[in-house]
């Protein structure tokens, strides 16, 4: 909205609870801020930067009467406070002197009072339609180190008294926030008016992000790292930055879908096939492609020479000319899909089967002549022919065609990988509708994570942490943090759209 608008962006953390503030946290959202691509100065702002002027501020309304310091416990506060239908009831500290005042918050400051004794409240209305409008609570004993400031303070300010401030301190001049804080905006200007500050920003709602088969709770999140239902806050089934950035998404992806979905007043789901296509077109457009085979199954070209090899030329990107192409090894025993053959083909099966001809991408045509089956009956190893003519995939002098072209490796000239495909973490659309009494981790998806060992051709021997790339015919793909020299792990970013997928779904 700022580079839009030709404004400003600032990167703040409403660091008013040591209790819940971890210096992990602030490290991750800077990283993920900037690896989003936002631009903040480069340096990230903070609430503590402003708490001695925000406890001025509070001393300014205790001497205008429009402050004062409450001895009701949180369970009494809550119950003066009524509810919707019953007006609240006056705190009996609620006229206490400034003098008194501004001795006892002083005193809150010093350390004087045990924990949850004593808060400052604002003095607005106990009789307000608008809840967030009886006498909110503007500080609280919190007697615990801060990540930056450490024990210099032991009262903290509220979240509902500190955002008007920063955003004034800070000439911010629209303060942008969820749906949730609408009731709060009466209560956001009523601090800014009463302290006549010169800068008076604006704020304005709008409806949060919403996708389905996630949950955005960062308690329960939280849940499920601590429980070890996923392997950290980066796991790549994770709805977090560095969850999408792990798996392999590009900023360029989010930003573009961000912007498709627009800026709602209302609240709404997405759906996660909407984010995926964004994914899908961004890399299509810059991901090279490699050959995989994530299910192995050995095939031997009885008709080549026993230890010949070739180089093929392939195409690294056909949506960039300027990408150029690569070298493939082939030679007489290959590896392809398990899924690519079927001994009994049923309808529309265009792959390999007995009897069948199929294109090998950037190589040959190839026909089936026979199996080979171990003790179970399974297929471990299928024989085949192969034509010299269709090299690179030229149609043979006969001008016969094939409807079907599957990819390959060769065997001799492939690296093995470790690769994790993964899918929603959770089964439902809406992880949280479960029956009363039940726990929403029952719909996690047991098949969120499928790991195979697989073949991948020698190009990507030395690809690094991050590398993105298509496997053809399955999907993108990039480099996990997990690889080491020995072994490389690749995470599946997002399938390609599979026209046989979904026959078979049919």
Not at 61 to 66: E, F, T
Not at 78 to 97: A, H, L
Not at 457 to 467: A, D, T
């Amino acid at each position: 909205l700022a580079r839009d608008n030709g404004g400003k962006f600032n990167l703040r953390f409403d660091d008013t609870n040591p209790a819940k503030e971890e210096q992990e946290y602030v490290e991750s959202i800077i990283e993920d801020v900037r690896w989003l691509g936002a631009e903040f100065g480069g340096k990230a702002l903070y609430a503590s930067d402003y708490f001695e002027q925000m406890y001025g501020w509070a001393q300014s309304l205790v001497k205008n009467g429009k402050a004062y310091v409450c001895d009701l416990s949180a369970d009494q506060m809550n119950e003066y406070r009524g509810d919707f239908n019953k007006p609240g009831r006056s705190s009996p500290f609620r006229d206490r002197t400034p003098a008194e005042n501004l001795d006892l918050f002083a005193r809150m400051r010093a350390g004087e009072f045990p924990v949850g004794t004593k808060t400052l409240r604002a003095k607005i209305d106990m009789t307000s339609g608008n809840m967030v409008l009886r006498d909110p609570v503007m500080y609280r004993i919190v007697k615990a180190p801060h990540h930056r400031t450490g024990d210099k303070w032991c009262i903290y300010p509220s979240y509902d008294w500190a955002h008007g401030l920063e955003d004034s301190l800070e000439g911010v001049t629209h303060s942008i926030c969820t749906l949730e804080f609408v009731n709060h905006r009466p209560l956001y200007h009523w601090f800014l008016d009463a302290l006549k500050v010169a800068n008076h920003p604006e704020q304005i709602e709008f409806a949060r992000l919403n996708l389905n088969y996630t949950i955005v709770t960062k308690r329960k999140l939280l849940q499920l790292v601590q429980q070890n239902l996923v392997t950290g806050w980066d796991d790549p089934r994770m709805p977090t930055i560095g969850g999408f950035r792990r798996r392999g998404y590009t900023p360029e992806a989010m930003r573009a879908f961000c912007k498709h979905i627009g800026i709602n007043k209302t609240n709404s789901v997405v759906e996660m096939s909407v984010l995926e296509n964004f994914l899908r077109d961004d890399l299509n457009r810059k991901a090279p492609r490699a050959m995989g085979v994530l299910k192995p199954l050995k095939v031997v070209i009885t008709n080549y020479p026993m230890t010949s090899t070739e180089e093929l030329d392939a195409v690294n990107n056909p949506e960039d000319a300027s990408a150029g192409t690569r070298k493939v090894p082939f030679s007489r025993v290959l590896y392809i899909e398990q899924d690519d053959f079927r001994e009994v083909p049923p309808p529309k099966f265009f792959r390999l089967t007995p009897g069948k001809e199929v294109r090998l991408r950037w190589a040959y045509f190839v026909k089936c002549e026979s199996v080979v089956k171990d003790a179970a009956g399974q297929v471990t190893e299928i024989h085949c022919t192969y034509d010299p003519a269709t090299r690179g995939g030229d149609s043979p002098p006969d001008g016969r065609k094939v409807k079907g072209t599957i990819h390959w490796v060769s065997a001799a000239h492939s690296i093995d990988a470790e690769v994790r495909l993964y899918d929603h973490l959770f089964a439902k659309p809406d992880p949280e509708d479960v029956p009363e009494g039940q726990d929403w981790k029952a719909n996690l998806n047991p098949k969120s994570l499928e790991v195979v060992q697989a073949k991948l051709e020698p190009s990507l021997l030395r690809v690094k942490e991050g590398y993105r790339c298509q496997f053809e015919r399955h999907g993108y793909f990039s480099v996990d943090k997990d690889s080491t020299a020995e072994k490389l792990v690749f995470n599946r970013s997002v399938s390609l759209r599979d026209s046989w997928a979904r026959e078979q779904k049919k």
